[in-house]
């Protein structure tokens, strides 16, 4: 990695820990291990125990007892899966959907106030360089940004 590589690797790690206690400053009263299983049920509404353990990188029993806190406290229930009735499938509660909803307009609104403080031109860089940085994280993507899947 030449010296500029690395210069902006540190720049992106420093911004990265300043988006991160921005956002961490807006986290709910939910572990963030809770959070990250109500986050996955959310985007994947046929998440069963075995994926939600395979995602997570844990041990069954380990995203069961997650499931079970978040049951306790209303934020998760365990549903037979009407595709195959020994698989049961995780379901967020509207209270869980609500959580997620109030943390996500927290989140915006404190990323608004931060983004405020900077001149419309380096916002509008901003999003053309997050664009440019997510898209290099697509596996599926060369160097030249062509999409690997239809070459």
């Known amino acids: 990695m030449d010296d500029r590589v690395a210069d902006v690797a540190a720049a992106v790690e420093s911004a990265a820990e300043s988006l991160l206690s921005v956002l961490d400053a807006q986290a709910p009263a939910v572990p963030p291990a809770q959070l990250r299983v109500l986050t996955i049920v959310a985007s994947n509404r046929h998440t069963n125990m075995s994926r939600l353990a395979e995602t997570l990188e844990v041990v ?10 978040l ?4 934020l998760l229930r365990r549903v037979p899966d009407p595709r195959d009735r020994r698989e049961v499938r995780l379901m967020m509660t509207p209270a869980a959907q609500r959580l997620l909803d109030e943390l996500r307009s927290r989140r915006r609104r404190a990323l608004a106030t931060v983004l405020e403080r900077m001149p419309a031109a380096v916002r509008q860089e901003l999003v053309h360089s997050l664009t440019a940085f997510a898209e290099a994280t697509d596996p599926d993507r060369d160097d030249a940004g062509e999409d690997l899947r239809t070459a």
């Open 60 to 69: 069954p029993s380990s995203a069961s007892r997650l499931c079970d806190r």
């Open 71 to 74: 049951e306790a406290n209303g």
